[in-house]
């Protein structure tokens, strides 16, 4: 209820500003919106602040030329778009703010399961056996749960009706894409040397 009484008294058209700050006025907006939010912010939900027929696509994009140069950008990500601290100052943040907490700390092989998961999911356990030849063990499987990477998909079919896994909007903002079909896919793979 507070946040359609919000919406009622935000002046979206603007229809007082000349057109060329009235749309710097929705970018400002959209940039405090995305600033604010710690998770993605969907089309649907930035067009909340902008006036009917603007398009939120075309704010984004000058949004995103609006910030080159800085430390941080847009990203689109999972559903929606978030503010992303470009690669490049990882070492600076690393070295100054107390990250720890942030870092997925992930090893290799927790890394080839999760890409096993993303490029055949939904997975079994027994799914994931075959693949690596050995049994994957629930403290890893529970692990990239707990990280959210990872969440229960459908049950198996087969006997006894085991879980599957899948991958969940946390990985896709994790590392940086909007959709599964960012992928690379497995020629992409080959060629960085990554599978055989």
Do not use: N
């Amino acid at each position: 209820m507070a946040k359609d009484k919000c919406e009622q008294d935000l002046d979206r058209d603007l229809a007082d500003l000349p057109p060329e700050l009235r749309w710097r006025e929705w970018m400002r907006r959209i940039e405090a919106v995305l600033f604010a939010s710690a998770a993605p912010v969907s089309r649907e939900d930035l067009s909340r602040v902008v006036g009917q027929g603007a398009s939120v696509d075309l704010l984004v994009e000058d949004l995103f030329a609006d910030l080159e140069g800085r430390a941080f950008e847009i990203a689109k990500v999972a559903s929606g778009w978030m503010f992303r601290t470009r690669p490049a100052y990882a070492p600076a943040i690393r070295a100054a703010a107390d990250v720890g907490d942030q870092l997925l700390d992930l090893s290799e092989f927790d890394v080839a399961v999760l890409s096993a998961v993303a490029y055949h999911q939904p997975i079994t356990r027994d799914g994931l056996k075959d693949i690596f030849g050995k049994e994957i063990s629930r403290d890893l499987i529970g692990r990239l749960h707990a990280r959210e990477l990872i969440g229960t998909g459908p049950r198996s079919p087969r006997r006894g009706a085991p879980y599957t896994f899948v991958t969940t909007e946390q990985f896709l903002i994790t590392f940086g894409l909007e959709s599964l079909q960012d992928l690379p896919d497995t020629e992409q793979l080959t060629d960085a040397g990554l599978s055989d």
